[in-house]
């Protein structure tokens, strides 16, 4: 069964540098969720999209943006890039559609490696 | 938010069953328990949910007392591969715009031959 895509898996940046990270979510789910773990950490919840809107905000900086494509791929961007930025940055999706949101299950990806040097 | 509280290490001999627990005390009634993990630095890997009845499939068992305040995760048979971070999550759904799982310290969990 096809999975959560996330690209690129490994990226290196310097300071200062901005960074893209894609994600391509499970054919038909359309709630896409960004979260961010740091070394030794348990992931942080970033942002969340539902059918192309932005669904649900967490700790994610201001330097950080991210949008949900018509084909329903997700992208974050990351600015200024800080060295505490390294870290791992899951993507996730789920199938909101109209069913109990809590019945939905969210899968994730193997996620994205960013070191920031 | 509903929190939950899991134990931070667990030890399992291997072939024998490992039994999770996970305090939720403040659960609300439509809140479902989640229960993931994550093998050192891969995405986290789903392994079952219930609300208020005893949930299987063919990863685990889920037993969820009548209160719903706590919670069981059952590897029944366990194997090297299932070392691990368990997370148990209650997820977090006031309404559409707050769908999330808010992820806490969970139990890491080693298994030995």
């Known amino acids: 069964a096809a999975g959560v895509i996330q690209s690129p898996r490994h990226l290196i940046k310097e300071k200062r540098e901005t960074a893209t990270l894609k994600c391509y979510p499970i054919?038909?789910?359309?709630?896409v969720y960004w979260y961010q773990q740091g070394p030794g950490q348990d992931p942080q919840f970033l942002i969340s999209f539902y059918e192309k809107m932005q669904s649900d905000k967490g700790s994610i900086p201001d330097r950080f943006s991210a949008q949900q494509f018509s084909d329903y791929h997700s992208e974050l961007n990351m600015s200024s890039l800080e060295l505490g930025d390294s870290a791992l940055y899951f993507c996730?999706?789920?199938?909101?559609?109209?069913?109990?949101?809590?019945?939905?299950?969210?899968?994730f990806g193997e996620g994205s490696w960013l070191t920031v040097v | 938010d509903a929190k939950t509280t899991q134990p931070p290490s667990m030890d399992c001999a291997e072939g024998r069953a490992a039994n999770l627990p996970c305090n939720h005390s403040t659960i609300s009634g439509n809140e479902y328990v989640y229960w993931y993990r994550q093998i050192h630095s891969q995405g986290p890997q789903y392994i079952i949910h219930?609300?208020?009845n005893n949930e299987t499939n063919e990863m685990a068992s889920l037993i969820i007392t009548e209160d719903r305040k706590s919670s069981t995760l059952i590897l029944p048979h366990a194997t090297l591969r299932d070392t691990a971070v368990y997370y148990c999550?209650?997820?977090?759904?006031?309404?559409?715009?707050?769908?999330?799982?808010?992820f806490g310290t969970g139990t890491r969990l080693q298994v030995f031959p």
């Open positions: 996730a999706s789920s199938l909101r559609g109209t069913g109990t949101i809590s019945g939905n299950t969210i899968y």
């Open positions: 219930g609300l208020k």
């Open positions: 054919p038909r789910h359309d709630t």
């Open positions: 999550i209650v997820r977090v759904v006031a309404s559409y715009n707050t769908d999330k799982l808010i």
